[in-house]
RNA sequence: AGCCUGAUGAUGUAAUGGUAACAUAACAGUCUUUGAAGCUGUGUUUGUAGGUUCAAAUCCUGCUCGGGCUACCA
């Protein structure tokens, strides 16, 4: 070990369990995990938690983990969900073991356990009504009650099930249901539906099936099909783990564990897949792609970058406690990746004109400029420079309040990466609006040759009116206007508390060097935030979608004083 | 109401009977040709009441509060 790094990181509830296994020897020292989506929607944040713990696991324990759709709802899940759900999980950087898995594979083998269940007298064909089952499950306080089709003897359960597999009953006229105990204080083993009747076409089996088994059915037997240690899943399934044991014992099948632990919850976003779809088909938002989503794609979109996600979910941490976490933590994980890999350029957002008086018109310098002081093998390129600039239209104040150090009239402020400017005069219009101003330039300011001796405080971005390139901007904001979308009344959509602000389109004006960015291209524009040049984007026209804005004490500073 | 489950600063996570740590946020300062980044510093006595112990965030008991469970969804 090495001596400088010798901090102990703790282990989480989780690995704690895993190493008390390796140790009993309960698998053998051998750890198999599993990530488990149903294909029926876009993997966002919460699932990136998980992929990151699962596969994390399977890595940090010289395990592996399998990739395994839960298709067993045919009428919800597509092969668009299959593929880019694959797509994510290797952009996120990790690899499954082997073949993808689907719990479609098990279909025959799922079967045969069910029959296997009724020959032991532990599941029934029930054609009560769903309204009768539900009534006949009693409440929380009362016990259920059970029915006649639980006495039916095992034969003729074994031939009705048969029956329902062949097609032979009606969709939704029967069901299959395991046996357990109608008293139970769980409701989830007042013999609990594991097969219904379903008539709809599956993605990978077509129309093989007109049965299909339930998520609590198929889930503990394909873990144990597949040998997995470890079946991680959220804390909604904690009184689904008696029924999964219970399975697996009967079944006399591999000793497989679910643990829960706690989804993530973001702040001003919405989490789950029927809100997200609800987005998407209402066109509040563009798709599910779309740079506001907490979607992976559309985070990956917006410009986050895997290993910013993967940081995020690590100092997240693991446990049953349920959370909501600020989108600052987040925030604050892409910028510590963009701020080191990022190429700072300028662009001039909201743009006041600069004519300098003193500087030879039609006259163009080029002035090297860094690309990143955070990265020495990022090169330099060159700006060009001439009598009449952009500079944005807050970096000037006729009035400054107290602790302003940009522009003033007869001020001084230093363009980056070239001179030093001083205001001299201010042009207006017939209603008083500001509309160009007169500056004069220091001309042995040169940023890199400065020996003028002059000290400026303020550094402003500019962009050569003679030379530059538009850009067109996404300037995207949280998406939706309350922090804990939890807390909307019952009685309201959260679709009220979308924010209006989400998305601003702005043409802004970029430094030439932009004309050629490409698609998924990083930049950091100086002092405004980072931004991530849109995939959808033809090539001449780079969009420039805004990742993050960068931090802004000065912002803070203004709003304190108001 | 019955069952399950949780409670540590603003937000997360840690401390596994030995005297509350880390990150983010906030605030203050410093540095700065990005008011960015960096650097330094500031705040918690652990939901509550009691008990065990030389010693409790950790163990025990009661209470309070939060979340989940009555889909032919996952």
Not at 134 to 156: C, D, I, M, V
Not at 470 to 483: A, M
Not at 508 to 527: P, T, V, Y
Request: hydrophobic share 35%; aromatic share 10%.
């Amino acid at each position: 070990m090495n001596i400088e790094n010798n901090e102990v990181k703790s282990l989480n509830f989780i690995e704690e369990i895993i190493e008390h296994d390796n140790e009993t020897g309960k698998h053998n020292k051998r750890v198999l995990t599993r990530f488990p989506p149903e294909p029926n929607g876009f993997l966002h944040i919460g699932h990136a938690k998980s992929i990151c713990l699962n596969f994390g696991l399977g890595k940090k324990y010289s395990g592996a983990t399998n990739l395994r759709f839960d298709d067993t709802n045919p009428t919800t899940e597509k092969v668009d969900y299959v593929n880019s759900i694959q797509n994510d999980v290797r952009w996120l950087g990790f690899e499954w073991d082997g073949e993808v898995k689907y719990a479609s594979d098990y279909f025959e083998n799922l079967y045969t356990c069910a029959q296997t269940l009724i020959k032991k007298g532990l599941a029934y064909v029930d054609f009560s009504s769903p309204d009768d089952i539900a009534k006949q499950k009693g409440t929380p306080t009362q016990a259920g009650t059970g029915n006649a089709y639980r006495e039916t003897s095992a034969e003729e359960n074994l031939s009705l099930f048969e029956k329902m597999r062949k097609g032979e009953f009606k969709d939704g006229e029967c069901v299959l249901r395991a046996k357990i105990d109608m008293a139970s204080p769980n409701m989830l083993l007042r013999d609990p539906v594991i097969y219904r009747i379903k008539r709809a076409h599956h993605h990978r089996t077509g129309d093989n099936w007109c049965i299909y088994p339930m998520y609590d059915f198929a889930h503990p037997i394909s873990d144990a099909l597949e040998g997995i240690t470890h079946s991680i899943c959220t804390l909604e399934f904690e009184p689904h783990r008696p029924f999964y044991e219970w399975l697996l014992a009967e079944l006399g099948l591999y000793n497989s564990q679910q643990i829960e632990f706690a989804r993530l919850n973001l702040t001003y976003t919405v989490m789950s897949k029927r809100k997200m779809l609800k987005l998407v088909e209402k066109q509040l938002v563009n798709s599910w792609d779309d740079p506001r989503m907490p979607t992976i794609s559309g985070m990956r979109r917006r410009g986050y970058t895997a290993k910013a996600i993967r940081d995020f979910a690590v100092a997240v941490g693991i446990s049953k406690r349920e959370s909501m976490l600020d989108v600052s933590l987040l925030e604050h994980f892409i910028r510590e990746d963009l701020n080191k890999i990022s190429k700072r350029v300028m662009a001039v957002i909201d743009p006041i004109k600069v004519v300098i008086s003193n500087y030879e018109t039609g006259k163009t310098e080029l002035l090297p400029a860094e690309n990143n002081p955070e990265d020495s093998n990022a090169g330099h390129r060159e700006l060009s420079f001439s009598n009449t600039i952009f500079i944005e239209r807050e970096d000037f104040n006729e009035n400054p309040p107290k602790g302003y150090f940009k522009l003033t009239p007869n001020g001084y402020v230093r363009l980056k990466h070239a001179y030093i400017i001083k205001c001299e005069e201010l042009i207006k219009d017939e209603n008083g609006n500001l509309v160009e101003i007169r500056a004069s330039y220091v001309e042995n300011s040169k940023s890199g040759s400065d020996t003028s001796g002059l000290k400026v405080k303020g550094v402003i971005h500019w962009v050569d009116a003679n030379n530059y390139h538009p850009v067109q901007i996404n300037w995207y904001d949280r998406l939706l206007t309350i922090e804990n979308a939890a807390d909307i009344p019952e009685d309201e959509e959260f679709t009220d508390y979308i924010n209006p602000n989400s998305l601003k389109t702005i043409t802004a004006w970029g430094e030439k060097s932009l004309a050629d960015a490409k698609a998924g291209e990083h930049f950091q524009f100086m002092r405004k935030g980072y931004f991530c040049v849109d995939t959808e984007s033809a090539a001449a026209a780079p969009i420039f979608n805004l990742t993050v804005e960068l931090k802004d004490s000065w912002a803070k500073e203004l709003k304190k004083q108001s």
